[in-house]
């Protein structure tokens, strides 16, 4: 009973939430950034302070600046979106005002992001396949478990790639100082053969 009780845990300990409140100056942009993984699910919410004359625009986008969601003159309201690949996403707060900086206040800007397992809504999916409370928070350790199996795979994997990347740059290191040295040789050997000719010359030696 204590494991069960332990298990149930897991989803209040591990969360990919991210809440966070800021104040926008007036004619100024603001992003946040986060790497999520491939085919995650990501909603979210946020809610602008109003203020007279300005606008505020909202836009989501990914490293190669596709758009993922955009709103101009955003108050309130939600998105959702489904990640193609892992990648670096962007949250960008645009504040536009005809009134000069110093002369508006500041908006507030609440945001609260969700991914993974965090970002279902699980009692619509309760409600959609009638499923018992405790099925409901098992759906929810099963989808728990999968993505912290994903992300132990995707750690390997990249474990993987930065060894691959060390021996490879270890051995191009090895190769340049074997020609670095062998330059090195070759340049005291002809000098040495140089001066004996200069000094020969010169008749300074036999």
């Not at 990919?16 to 946040?32: D, E, G, H, T």
Request: net charge negative.
């Amino acid at each position: 009973m204590a494991r069960f009780a332990a298990l149930l845990l897991l989803p209040v300990l591990i969360e990919s939430v991210v809440s966070i409140s800021f104040f926008l100056p007036v004619n100024s942009r603001k992003c946040l950034r986060e790497e999520i993984h491939k085919d995650v699910l990501v909603t979210g919410e946020y809610e602008i302070s109003d203020q007279s004359n300005t606008k505020t625009n909202l836009k989501i986008t990914d490293s190669s600046s596709h758009t993922l969601y955009s709103k101009e003159d955003a108050t309130k309201g939600k998105f959702a979106f489904t990640t193609e690949d892992y990648d670096m996403f962007e949250v960008c707060f645009e504040s536009k005002s005809p009134m000069g900086t110093g002369r508006v206040p500041d908006q507030l800007v609440n945001l609260d992001m969700k991914h993974g397992v965090e970002a279902k809504n699980y009692e619509e999916i309760a409600k959609v396949e009638k499923l018992k409370p405790l099925e409901v928070e098992l759906r929810r350790l099963e989808d728990l478990s999968e993505s912290i199996v994903n992300d132990f795979a995707y750690m390997k994997k990249r474990e993987e790639e930065m060894r691959d990347t060390n021996e490879s740059t270890n051995t191009r290191v090895l190769y340049f100082s074997i020609f670095s040295m062998c330059c090195l040789i070759g340049l005291a050997t002809w000098q040495v053969f140089y001066l004996r000719r200069f000094f020969k010359a010169k008749k300074l030696i036999e």
